[in-house]
């Protein structure tokens, strides 16, 4: 079965029986007809369910679509979902509809995909940078007026306005949380590649409590993966240990997924948990999840703010949005370290 087509400007022109230059300067109020005219044509439109395609129309006239285009790094994430719904739910009240595309934290597809939505002529483009990219080919259009903000993460040859979280301070935080519950030995379990600003800033997080509390940084306590499967195998190899950790911090939320399913395999010795980044159901674990929980929906209505600030004209210099993580406290971060004597570190280095 062949689907019916979707009316045309030409349709309504043809059922009217006028050109259709007389229908597009009804439906856009830009020139002279007859209310007679007016009329019949208004009506047809509604008989025949034709909707206007502000995209093309405003291509055509050689000015910005009125779409937002958001490149993300993974569609499925929870946590990028609820940022798209915190700028959808700011820009939606005027008259911009949100697109999104994911670069799969790839830097190439990133560009192809900025490159697609200049090409449509987005009213405001919004990037979570991969890393790797070179944002240095967007100047041009920022220079021109396209608000350009980055997201989660800074860009890199691009001077732009950037909104994030609080992940040193979330970090360290967690870490000194644990502290205070008696732990000494805290491992800590980063997402892949080390260079990912988020990764950094959380890392340089966790080492600035230690170094508050006087604990020394043990390299030999952090694990790394970029998967559940990774961060399990990664806390597997920190238990076996000669002296394993008592608490973990989680660097987020998929890492979180793995370090859970491993403790809960049978057999395993309860460890504190302080997870960076909320995630689904958490306080139903048992104990239920202790978590530095990031704001994703305010990071994307700020972002938001500032898109539509700069489009009403703002051309001052670009700033830094930082919103604050919150601890929350479930449990699993407010398991006490109760051995009688502390075991000593090892494999203690500074670097």
Do not use: C, W
Not at 33 to 50: D, I, N
Request: no cysteine; hydrophobic share 40%; glycine share 10%.
């Amino acid at each position: 079965m062949v689907s019916p087509r979707r009316p045309t400007l030409a349709d309504v022109a043809q059922e009217v029986g006028v050109s259709a230059k007389t229908v597009s300067r009804v439906l856009n109020e830009n020139g002279p007809t007859s209310e007679s005219t007016r009329a019949r044509v208004l009506e047809a439109v509604s008989r025949l369910g034709f909707q206007l395609n502000p995209m093309a129309q405003s291509i055509r006239s050689g000015g910005p679509d009125t779409t937002v285009g958001l490149v993300i790094p993974d569609l499925a994430n929870p946590f990028f979902g609820s940022v798209a719904a915190g700028i959808e739910a700011t820009v939606r009240d005027h008259g911009l509809t949100l697109v999104m595309g994911s670069s799969g934290d790839d830097p190439e597809r990133e560009t192809d995909l900025t490159r697609s939505f200049l090409a449509r002529r987005v009213s405001a483009l919004m990037v979570v940078p991969s890393v790797g990219a070179d944002h240095g080919h967007l100047k041009r259009h920022r220079a021109q007026g396209l608000p350009v903000v980055f997201i989660d993460r800074p860009g890199h040859g691009l001077p732009t306005d950037t909104v994030v979280s609080s992940n040193r301070r979330g970090a360290r935080e967690g870490t000194a949380h644990l502290i205070a519950h008696g732990h000494r030995r805290i491992g800590f379990i980063g997402d892949l590649p080390r260079s990912l600003y988020t990764r950094r800033e959380r890392q340089a997080g966790y080492r600035a409590a230690l170094a508050e509390a006087g604990i020394p940084y043990d390299r030999a306590l952090v694990g790394e993966a970029h998967d559940e499967h990774g961060a399990a195998e990664a806390l597997s190899r920190l238990l076996a240990l000669q002296s394993p950790p008592t608490a973990v911090v989680s660097g987020n939320n998929f890492m979180t997924l793995g370090i859970m399913a491993e403790l809960g395999r049978p057999g395993r010795s309860p460890v504190a948990v302080v997870a960076i980044d909320d995630v689904p159901m958490a306080e139903l674990l048992t104990p239920a999840l202790t978590v530095v929980a990031q704001d994703p929906v305010t990071i994307g209505r700020k972002a938001g703010a500032i898109a539509l600030r700069r489009l009403a004209g703002d051309r001052s210099r670009p700033r830094t949005v930082v919103v604050q993580n919150r601890l929350i406290q479930r449990g699993s971060g407010e398991r006490r370290h109760t051995a009688a004597q502390e075991l000593p570190a090892q494999g203690v280095s500074n670097q």
